[in-house]
């Protein structure tokens, strides 16, 4: 019997696994990909890619978690002793540590705005009637993420509030803070979609995100749209092998990874509910639905034309501070967790070697769009460059192994007595789940990696 320890009740293992999955991907990524790729299409779509790859992925890396009961890359060293895969893991470590590095310094923005909302700084300049308030935006957030010492407050603070949480441990810190803090960003997702649905064109935003025009749907969209169910779900990046070997034995695991998937599937639907209504009320352009943009320009503009401003400013970035807060943490978890396991450090000190280094690393990443801008890698400068290794090379390579791993080197019982529970439940749709992890999976994942490069 493992005495590892274990999340406390099945609410909170799915609290804390949607937290992992509901971030800055589905609040601004999504409605982007939408957008750019033809409404309602893309949408059926990435829910085809949820079902063929997206939950098939995530079965494979809550058995080796939960099968393996060790850390990331512990497990590959666990269940094939004195050989090479462990490198899958290390890599997924590797990465999963790069991408917090930079998480770290978007979250800091949305901890900016939060704050402006609430002193009100924010709006200073909508009372200017003469002034331009879509410059009057941009130059906003062109001056913050370009200041080298504002910034890095707000980031500290954030390294600071994840040192909290994850010294807490695996319950009395994820696990409760996920139950506190999911139901807060569901009630805030209801509320905008109600005030969405109310707006005078409500009606031709939503025919845009549910009527699709099949037409739109070639190579590129379908590269794209596997590409946002990787990044959503969060695979490839060692999270959901670190949380599920919390899972207790008894968890049924094809039930939780469609209850996961549901609710992340549910999050992203809603925030297409609350932009699309909006930028047909409020006519935007495409230019204002992209990225950064999106959040930090357009959206402020559409709180400043509402009665009660500064409210919804300040429940909308608090929505995406919680999604970015319990996105952090559990990326942060999966550097914990290895020293833990494989250097039998304490929760303390692991905590502490994993965090303070994040003060220096995100720093830099945070300065590469002010003093460090001109230092560039591959034409890019560190944020984005980190962001380019590690979300597009590194997370799908980790993941092709771990697929490969677990269909290839894994005797085929290991996939099976996990999924089903020892021969307990959902025996019918194991050998579907198997036979896409060993073959499909690996070669739509690296078609994944090729199309982040070019284009089809
Ligand atoms: N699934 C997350 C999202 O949608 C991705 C992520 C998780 C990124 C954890 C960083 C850390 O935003």
Known sequence: ?????????????????????????????????VHSNGGAAFLIVYIICMLVLGIPVMLAEFSLGRGGRSDAEGVFRKLAPGTKWWVGGAIAIIASYLILSFYMVVAGWTFEYLWQSITGN??????????????????????YMCNPYNPLINIYVLIIINILVLMGGVKKGIERMSNILMPVLFVLLLIFAIFSLS??????????????????????????????????????????????????????????SLTVSVLDLLVAILMGIIIFPAAASFGLTDAGLAGTTLVF????????????????????????????????????????????????????????IVMTPLFAISSICSLSFSTLSNI???????????????TNCMLPTASIITCLFIGWKLRSDFLRNEITNHGLTGTRIYPAISFIIKYCAPPLIFIILIGSFIDF
Request: a positive charge; hydrophobic letters at 50%.
């Open 199 to 256: 707006l005078p064109k409500a009606a031709e935003g939503l025919r845009f995100f549910f009527t699709p025009d099949f037409s739109k749907i070639n190579l590129n969209v379908i590269v794209n749209a596997l590409g946002q169910t990787f990044f959503s779900l969060s695979l490839g990046m060692g999270i959901l092998v670190t949380y599920s070997s919390y899972y207790p034995s008894k968890t049924k695991l094809i039930p939780t």
């Open 297 to 352: 320009v357009t959206l402020p503009e559409i709180f400043a034309a509402m009665p009660l401003t500064r409210l919804w400013s300040i429940l909308f970035f608090l929505l995406l501070l919680v999604a970015a807060l319990t996105s952090t943490i559990s990326i942060a978890e999966v550097s914990v967790a290895w020293l833990q396991d494989k250097y039998k450090k304490s929760r303390k000190a692991a905590v502490m």
């Open 122 to 143: 924010l709006y200073e300049l909508v009372q200017d009637t003469t002034a331009d308030v879509d410059k009057g935006f941009k130059d906003k957030m062109a001056e």
């Open 1 to 33: 019997m493992s005495t590892k320890v274990t999340f406390s009740s099945r609410l909170g293992l799915i609290a804390a696994t949607v937290g992992s999955a509901v971030g800055l991907g589905n609040i601004w990524r999504f409605p982007a990909e």
């Open 376 to 390: 560039k890698i591959a034409g890019l400068n560190i944020f984005d460059f980190l962001d380019t290794l590690a």
